[in-house]
């Protein structure tokens, strides 16, 4: 790597903070905007990859070393590392006025170590735990020299053929809203200018997660209603929890695209929302316009983004050699460029970067946080909390740590990188820090049990040439443990998939294996829900792992052999064929329901399948048992601001302690608007020794029953109205009230 010599520029940036100490970061902000040319305005508004990884399509290695110096460069991305970063925030002090560098980085689910996938860490239903793993990425990233992640995403995901479902929290916008608060907090830490926060940013507005046919970067066609009742919360509780920056998204939303989308970016974002931070393209989506059709080439994308509202242009390379001549001829405003510069500039000034360009290169700090061992110890707990147990017949989970002989067969049993999922590093030691299932098995059991292991099939091809091999080995076995699903790189961006079947000849060795009569427990890594009717049908035991990162084998052995009782809850609904897709709880009543699966004649039902998920949202088995008791409702009347407490008393009814996530439902039975047949409006996480019993209660007023009418008014309606608490989206228990204003 290329060297470059320090020059003695700091004496300029310690006299204007000298003189500046008494300023607010605001005033310090216009003191620098009116020292600036309008190319070095323009500068701050570009942002390049770094030289040594890419997170989107390259675009051409410009010198990028030149352009820094002329201060035509405000931030770089996939540049991380003390020593790259301190290199090239050493070029941006050669700078006439010496404006540090922003780095941004994709930290989605940890950096040095990785934490389960967002998806999987939804399905924990543990927002405390879910902070704790955003700012232990936070503490290691900016160990590194990283000052900007790229996260939260939080778009609402209802189609699990769109393979970014990974990378968010599901499909309800109240669990979304509730963990996109969690990841912000988390990330952001206790404020900017501490050397441990990293600047969080919401994203992708607007809409990404309802791409057409699952098909990433592809159309988004929806009404306004829908648009601020589902897709919109969570960005606005991002915004509220206090998040630095916005990505706007690939897609179009009714024909206009993101990036060019006045409505989204000024009207709402910045308009209604007040936000005051910044917005940064999506890679090349400035560009991307073009492609689009709503730009004819770059000059114009440029106008087009910079009016809506897009203050960085993420490697379209389209602000820099355009602004200029836009605002010459009076399309583009210098306003909008001073917004867009003073928008940038004061995350810098809050991050402390003019007061030290480097305090965020500390190669002490980075080598310490290197291997950190409370952080793997919390990855684990993390990882054993995302764990989803979908089926548990007969208790055949837990295990014996005394069985004698088990059978450890499937492609992913010694598998170890597609631990870590989609959206996260890959380091040269990995292989060795990182264990199998086979390993972790191993290890836990020591030399009490004989572990026969094998492979049986690859993932994705249709080779069934080692099915006799397993099926031997599962005959000489007193249990078999089977581990299946998909490669890591199967789920995440560019990952759309027509067909989420289990994929290659997986379900069949399933099948050769219950065969043999033998038990057998089934685990499915992947990123996404997938399909696997049989297996779903016949086999006795499954448990859903998700991608659970560093510490993802171990904690698999823990739920496996009961050192943890799994208490995971699912954030997306199952489905049973892609037929069924796009499926979710939180749906609209029809004019002629279906009364249950077997009701098909002249109402909304499938003559084919039934209506109803394999899995739905909320659900999650323990190993032991809950039991609710009715709801005790405070009033079954009520009127104007009043308020409502329901309760329930759970009882832990089984043999283990667990936890259990109690999930409060809604439903408005009669407005002005149809309403969904219920709505997630809060729950509570409690943990319960065996035996032990504990009344839960909801508080409930009328801010839990608005929605946006007709008008985009957000307001509640006098009526009748359902409360529902249970384990899951269908398990409930339900009363009654009516509330008048």
């Known amino acids: 790597m290329t060297k470059f010599f320090i020059y003695p520029v700091f004496f300029v940036c310690i006299t204007i903070t000298t003189k500046a100490q008494k300023k607010t970061i605001d005033q310090k902000v216009d003191s620098v905007l009116r020292l600036m040319t309008l190319d070095e305005k323009i500068g701050q508004m570009n942002q390049y990859n770094g030289p040594w990884a890419a997170t989107g399509p390259l675009t051409g ?31 941006a002090m050669q700078t006439r006025l010496k404006i540090p560098l922003l780095f941004g980085q994709d930290i989605i689910h940890g950096h040095r170590t990785i934490f389960p996938i967002p998806l999987g860490e939804a399905a924990s239903w543990d927002l405390k735990a879910i902070e704790l793993s955003a700012r232990i990425a936070a503490t290691e ?89 589902v897709y919109l919360p969570p ?67 440029a106008m087009q983004a910079a009016n809506a509202g897009s203050d960085m242009d993420m490697e379209s390379r389209s602000y820099l050699p355009h602004l200029a001549q836009l605002i010459k001829e009076g399309k583009v405003k210098m306003v909008v460029i001073d917004d867009a510069v003073k928008r940038i500039l004061k995350k810098k000034f809050e991050m402390g970067l003019f007061d030290d360009p480097f305090k965020f290169s500390d190669e002490a700090r980075e080598k310490a946080q290197w291997n950190n061992t409370t952080h793997l110890e919390v990855s684990k707990d993390m990882a054993k909390k995302s764990i989803v147990l979908l089926k548990n017949e007969k208790q055949i989970l837990p295990l014996s740590k005394q069985t004698k002989k088990i059978a450890l067969i499937g492609p992913l049993v010694k598998s170890i990188k597609d631990h870590l999922g989609f959206w996260s590093y890959d380091w040269d030691d990995d292989t060795a820090r990182i264990p199998s299932l086979y390993d972790a098995i191993q290890t836990k059991l020591g030399g009490n049990s004989n572990l026969l292991y094998s492979k049986g099939c690859n993932i994705i091809d249709t080779s069934k040439a080692g099915f006799a091999e397993a099926v031997a080995t599962a005959q000489q076995s007193d249990i078999v443990i089977m581990y299946v699903g998909e490669h890591r ?51 006795p035991a499954i448990v859903y792992s998700w991608w659970l990162g560093t510490k993802g084998a171990e ?77 005790e409702l405070s009033k079954t009347s009520l009127k104007g601001n009043q308020t409502l407490t329901a309760s329930v008393t759970v009882s832990n009814t089984g043999n283990y302690d667990g936890e259990e996530v109690v999930q409060l439902y809604l439903r408005d039975m009669v407005a002005s608007v149809v309403r969904p047949v219920k709505e997630l409006k809060g729950f509570q996480k409690i943990k319960l020794s065996k035996g032990e019993r504990r009344k839960v209660s909801f508080t409930i007023t009328p801010e839990e029953l608005k929605f946006y009418n007709t008008d985009l008014k957000y307001s509640w309606e006098a009526g009748d109205f359902q409360v529902m608490i249970g384990g899951s989206s269908t398990d409930v228990k339900t009363g009654k009230v009516s509330w008048v204003k």
């Open 235 to 301: 960005f606005k509780a991002a915004l509220d929890a206090g998040a630095a920056t916005f990505m706007n998204s690939f897609n179009d939303l009714n024909g206009i695209p993101a990036t060019g989308n006045s409505y989204l970016q000024r009207d709402i974002l910045k308009g209604q929302w007040k936000f005051k931070g910044f917005v940064v393209s999506d890679w090349g989506s400035v560009g991307e316009m073009i492609n689009h059709g709503f730009s004819k080439d770059n000059k114009e994308a």
């Open 141 to 229: 990233a900016s160990a590194a020299g990283v000052h900007w992640t790229f996260a939260p995403m939080v778009d609402i995901g209802r189609d699990p053929r769109w393979g970014r479902v990974m990378e968010g929290a599901g499909e309800d916008p109240y669990l979304g809203s509730a963990i996109a608060t969690a990841r912000v907090k988390g990330f952001q830490g206790k404020g900017f200018g501490n050397i441990d926060a990293l600047m969080a940013c919401a994203k992708h507005f607007a809409a990404y997660g309802a791409a057409v046919g699952g098909r990433d970067y592809n159309s988004v066609d929806m009404s306004l209603r829908q648009l601020h009742e």
């Open 555 to 631: 904690a698999i052995a823990d739920v496996l052999f009961a050192d943890y009782n799994p208490s995971g809850k699912l954030p997306m609904t199952f489905p049973r064929t892609e037929g069924q897709i796009p499926v979710y709880y939180n749906y609209y009543k029809t004019g002629r329901p279906a009364a249950n699966d077997s009701d098909v004649n002249y109402v909304s039902a499938y003559i084919d399948l039934p209506n109803s998920p394999q899995y739905v949202f909320g659900y999650g088995l323990s190993y032991t048992s809950f039991n609710y008791s009715e709801i």
């Open 61 to 91: 290695n410009d010198d990028i070393v030149t352009q820094i110096k002329q201060g035509k460069v405000g931030s770089m991305l996939n540049v991380t590392g003390v020593a790259r970063t301190k290199e090239l925030q050493q070029l």
């Open 489 to 539: 790189a199967m789920s995440g961006e560019a990952k759309s998939k027509s067909n989420i079947q289990l994929p290659g000849v997986q379900e069949e060795l399933i099948k050769a294996i219950h065969a043999t009569g033998k038990p057998v427990v089934v685990i499915i890594g992947a990123g996404r829900p997938l399909i696997f009717n049989w297996t779903a049908n016949n086999v």
